[in-house]
T-cell receptor, first 115, second 113 residues
């Protein structure tokens, strides 16, 4: 257990609906990342925050996707008007930047199925 | 652009035999290299990393990896495989601390008893 939690663990939704995922990092880690993993592929970077500032967004993050980290602690990832191609595992990761280490610690993920 | 290649989709070894999972990378500047393991329906678990220093790095569960700059490789190794090592292994790279990781497609390791 890395201490990074994600909610929900599974989400089934119908095409066109909006969904929101939450990530709760280990509180003292101040960089938070979102990745998406589809079957048979490695995780692909979506976006990351340092505290509440969103520092980088991937081209994969279409305008239907939005992420926030309002108080520099937990983060949410919202997908509007879901499409079947959005079906994937969404992973959150935390980087203990202030500890001077380089690795990211991942949560268990939220598996999204769009029907 | 940064990239990671894991040339083998699956590696099969017998318990007690040595194992190697291959990884090559492309990055501008000095690489930060990582190995992660993923068990079914679980998130990724950090195994080990290379940032600088000794080319042979040791990590969790008896795994080690060798950084080879000239071959741009970072192969994962273990002297004696266990059935419990069976999982999906990912190699990842970045060119700065704290930036996004670029992952390979993963290699499924199957250890038979």
């Amino acid at each position: 257990d890395t201490g990074v939690s994600q909610d929900p663990r599974h989400k089934i939704t119908k095409r066109g609906q909006n969904v929101t995922f939450r990530c709760d990092p280990i509180s003292e880690h101040n960089r938070l990342y979102w990745y998406r993993q589809t079957l048979g592929q490695g995780p692909e970077f979506l976006t990351y925050f340092q505290n509440e500032a969103q520092l980088e967004k991937s081209r994969l993050l279409s305008d239907r996707f939005s992420a926030e980290r309002p108080k520099g602690s937990f983060s949410t990832l919202e997908i509007q008007r879901t499409e079947q191609g959005d079906s994937a595992m969404y992973l959150c990761a935390n980087h203990p930047y202030d500890r001077g280490v380089s690795e990211q610690y991942f949560g268990p993920g939220t598996r999204l199925t769009v029907t | 652009a940064q990239s990671v290649a894991q040339p083998e989709d699956q590696v099969n070894v017998a318990e007690g035999n040595p194992l190697t999972v291959k990884c090559t990378y492309s990055v501008s500047g000095n690489p930060y290299l990582f190995w992660y393991v993923q068990y079914p329906n679980r998130g990724l678990q950090f195994l080990l990393k290379y940032i600088t220093g000794d080319n042979l790095v040791k990590g969790s569960y008896g795994f080690e990896a060798e950084f080879n700059k000239s071959q741009t490789s970072f192969h994962l190794k273990k002297p004696s495989a266990l059935v419990s090592d069976s999982a999906l292994y990912f190699c990842a790279v970045s060119n700065q601390a704290g930036t996004a990781l670029i992952f390979g497609k993963g290699t499924t390791l199957s250890v038979s008893s």
